[in-house]
């Protein structure tokens, strides 16, 4: 198992720079910054092996959040980087994001703003809010106690199967190190 270096000044980077990057507010609620984020680091941890934030995730009603999330908006908001605006969406809460300075990203690769760039896409404008959730809700969110972590390693499994006798197979020739 990798482990996982948590980096807290990324991720509220990311956070301002996702803002930063949807130009109409009106595109990036809380539900989609946060599956920027899952989605981002998820990429990432499939591609490269590593996260690009290291953050944990847990699962929550509308899919797996970051729990740090709301901390480090309102840390964003005090030094004037962003503001949030509630409003209603068709009877419920929605929450806007604003970000009013370009942010500094030289913390990350170009190949990590490019993989976040697409997951912007993904999430933001291929899916609506509910859209996007629905997709995060598979076998392994679906097994998840409200409230627990979800690890990288879970996440990379979308539906469960059963074991084969071939992977039984696999597994008894595998070489104990």
């Known amino acids: 198992m990798v482990a996982i270096k948590r980096?807290?000044?990324?991720?509220?980077?990311?956070?301002?720079y996702i803002a930063w990057k949807c130009i109409d507010p009106a595109v990036l609620g809380a539900i989609k910054l946060?599956?920027?984020?899952?989605?981002?680091?998820?990429?990432a941890y499939v591609k490269w092996g590593a996260p690009i934030t290291g953050e944990h995730y847990v699962k929550r009603q509308f899919g797996p959040v970051s729990p740090s999330v709301l901390g480090l908006?309102?840390?964003l908001e005090a030094a004037k980087l962003l503001v949030t605006r509630r409003?209603?969406?068709?009877?419920?809460?929605?929450?806007?994001?604003?970000?009013?300075?370009?942010?500094?990203?030289?913390?990350f690769t170009a190949d990590e703003i490019s993989l976040v760039d697409e997951a912007i896409q993904f999430v933001c404008y291929e899916h609506t809010a509910?859209?996007?959730?629905?997709?995060?809700?598979d076998a392994i969110w679906q097994l998840?106690?409200?409230?627990?972590?979800?690890?990288?390693?879970a996440m990379l499994v979308s539906h469960l199967a059963e074991v084969t006798p071939e992977d039984v197979a696999w597994?008894?020739?595998l070489k104990v190190a």
């Not at 980096?7 to 301002?16: D, G």
């Not at 409003?87 to 913390?107: H, M, Q």
């Open 144 to 153: 998840a106690e409200l409230g627990e972590e979800i690890p990288y390693e």
């Open 87 to 107: 409003r209603d969406f068709f009877g419920n809460e929605k929450v806007d994001y604003l970000a009013l300075a370009k942010p500094d990203i030289t913390g």
């Open 7 to 16: 980096n807290r000044e990324k991720l509220k980077t990311l956070i301002h």
């Open 73 to 75: 908006v309102r840390e």
């Open 34 to 43: 946060n599956k920027v984020l899952w989605v981002s680091d998820l990429w």
């Open 130 to 137: 509910l859209g996007i959730s629905n997709k995060t809700h």
């Open 171 to 173: 597994a008894r020739d």
